[in-house]
């Protein structure tokens, strides 16, 4: 589970392999100015990548336009040696709850059935099969008795399962997570870890972002920080150090030594202006974000209530 330096060369790909996900100098967002300016990554075929940055970094933008939902403006992008269009279905997507709307009339048997039907639409006698194998999901995540409530009947760990089988009923061979661990509690976030550890020696690659830096250095062999552009890219060693946070979030962040492992003594949970480095007094237009679960949203927990970026938007 752990990933003391001198495990790390097991995790070490294999040099002639082609990436699984290729960015070149890539520029994407929405209209007007990009969100993401000169990216370069290759995500490698078995690679478990935790991706970190500030709010308003471009996490999730950079996870859309591996999906495909987010244009490429200037660059070169290429999912599993090809140039990506219509590729969305080889990626398992989880979404970062936040982005999710709510309203939507839908229980957790059918969210977890879309995962797989969309794939099989016009093979009908298949359903019976899909059903069963979401099922046996659904079971394995511990939310197999939930199937006939509304998603907005869970609390925040159960909805993170229901989207993460329904992103694994596909079997994908790249899964894409947008904070699947956020505001969970710990034994949950430790069997989510388990679970993407299994799949990942599986050989199932994955990118998951998060804002719970030492998650990621405590778990993951290799560590993307992102802020526009991106500003580190590496073992938890490397990565994780005053400097580069310094960098990545613009806040001073003490980094100290667990049984080999770098471990940083405070999270940062709060709104940063990217030129300056000065917190924010206040929060960037959120607006085309579904306004959903502003008020149970639960905060990372060890981080006070007063420094997550939920209540700034209070
Ligand atoms: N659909 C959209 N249309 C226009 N701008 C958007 C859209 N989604 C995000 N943005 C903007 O793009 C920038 C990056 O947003 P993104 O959601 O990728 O950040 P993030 O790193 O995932 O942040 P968080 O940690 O809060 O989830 C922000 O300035 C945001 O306001
Ligand atoms: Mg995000």
Not at 23 to 43: E, F, H, M, T, W
Not at 53 to 75: W, Y
Not at 193 to 212: K, P
Not at 213 to 234: E, F, K, M, Q, Y
Request: hydrophobic share 40%; charged share 20%; proline share 8%.
């Amino acid at each position: 589970m752990l990933h003391p330096p001198e495990l790390e060369h097991l995790h070490r790909p294999d040099p002639d392999a082609k990436p699984v996900v290729e960015l070149r100098n890539v520029s994407a967002g929405y209209s007007g100015a990009p969100v993401l300016n000169g990216v370069d990554l290759k995500i490698m075929p078995g690679d478990f990548v935790g991706l970190l940055g500030p709010s308003g970094s471009g996490k999730t933008t950079l996870l859309r336009t591996i999906l495909g939902a987010v244009p490429v403006q200037d660059g070169e992008l290429k999912v599993h040696n090809t140039p990506l269009r219509a590729r969305r279905a080889s990626a398992g997507y989880v979404p970062q709850l936040e982005t999710i709307d709510w309203n939507f009339p839908v229980t957790v048997e059918e969210v977890v059935m879309m995962g797989r039907t969309m794939s099989n639409a016009w093979f009908p006698w298949f359903r019976k099969q899909e059903r069963e194998l979401a099922h046996d999901m659904m079971e394995r995540l511990g939310i197999g008795n939930l199937g006939k409530r509304h998603i907005r009947q869970l609390s925040g760990g159960q909805q993170q399962r229901v989207f993460l089988a329904r992103a694994l009923v596909s079997s994908p061979e790249l899964l894409l997570l947008d904070e699947p661990t956020a505001g969970v509690d710990v034994k949950t976030r430790d069997d989510v870890m388990h679970l993407l550890h299994d799949l990942n020696h599986a050989g199932v690659t994955i990118i998951m972002s998060t804002h719970e830096i030492n998650t990621v250095a405590v778990h993951l062999p290799r560590i993307v920080c992102l802020n526009g552009s991106i500003v580190a890219d590496g073992p938890p060693n490397r990565v994780i150090s005053p400097h580069i946070l310094w960098e990545v979030y613009g806040a001073e962040m003490p980094v100290i030594q667990y049984h080999g492992m770098p471990m940083v003594a405070e999270s940062a949970h709060f709104w940063i202006d990217r030129n300056g480095g000065e917190p924010l007094a206040t929060v960037p237009d959120d607006s085309h974000r579904e306004p959903i679960l502003s008020h149970t949203h639960p905060t990372g927990d060890n981080v006070p209530a007063h420094h997550h970026h939920q209540d700034a938007s209070d």
